[in-house]
């Protein structure tokens, strides 16, 4: 479920959900990756992008103060939560975040993927068709997996992927619209990325 309190996938229905609870650490982490490899102002900005989307997510939920679903019976055959969560359930952040990744990158994936397909040889079409059923599985998987482990009622997994969707086609409107009319976004970050890099890793190779 975290890393400070992990579980073992033992204790979930199936490997699959095991593996699903564990998206905000592998998406998280992989984007950190991303951006520290290339250190690319448009990673920058959509990574933040999804940070304030998750945020924005969470303080809905605390003006909406709507619960969880509950465990089921006892009686039933229906496999309980791993961990009831003391947060609020409307919406789903995690909903939420997965929705943003992917209305912000399925536009994006004809940009991104000749070069991927060049470097495999393979197909431009064909790549570009694995990587839009990999991105959309992944993200009906995740959304999926929240009502199947009992921590979302379908209405919460719902708004939040109707919060993720305006998110991510907002932020990304911006970062496009920011550059047609040269609101140095793109170069306001790269200034401050090269000084965060320079004050960090700078000091750690010089020292």
């Known amino acids: 479920m975290g890393l400070r309190h992990p579980h073992k996938p033992s204790e979930y229905p199936s490997i699959l959900l095991?593996?699903?609870?564990?998206?905000?650490?592998?998406?998280t982490l992989a984007t950190a990756i991303v951006l520290v490899y290339t250190r690319s102002p448009h990673v920058a900005w959509f990574a933040s992008g999804a940070l304030e989307a998750s945020q924005l997510a969470k303080g809905i939920k605390l003006l909406l103060r709507r619960p969880r679903p509950p465990p089921p019976p006892p009686s039933t055959s229906k496999p309980s939560r791993i961990r009831p969560k003391k947060t609020y359930g409307m919406p789903s952040t995690h909903?939420?975040?997965?929705?943003?990744?992917?209305?912000?990158?399925?536009?994006?994936?004809?940009?991104?993927t000749p070069s991927f397909a060049s470097y495999l040889g393979l197909s431009p079409s064909l790549t570009l068709g694995v990587a839009r059923i990999?991105?959309?599985?992944?993200?009906?998987?995740?959304?999926?997996?929240?009502?199947?482990?009992?921590?979302?009622?379908?209405?919460?997994i719902v708004v939040g992927a109707a919060l993720g969707a305006g998110m991510g086609v907002g932020w990304k409107s911006l970062w496009e619209v920011g550059k047609e009319r040269g609101w140095g976004v793109e170069e306001g970050l790269g200034r401050l990325m090269e000084g965060v890099w320079g004050m960090t890793f700078g000091r750690i190779f010089c020292s």
Not at 18 to 26: K, P, R, V
Not at 95 to 112: E, G, I, K, Q, V
Not at 144 to 155: E, I, N
């Open 134 to 156: 990999a991105l959309f599985g992944s993200w009906a998987a995740g959304l999926w997996s929240r009502q199947a482990l009992g921590y979302h009622t379908v209405p919460q």
């Open 95 to 112: 909903s939420t975040a997965l929705t943003f990744y992917m209305a912000y990158l399925l536009p994006l994936l004809p940009a991104l």
């Open 18 to 27: 095991y593996i699903l609870d564990e998206t905000h650490i592998t998406v």
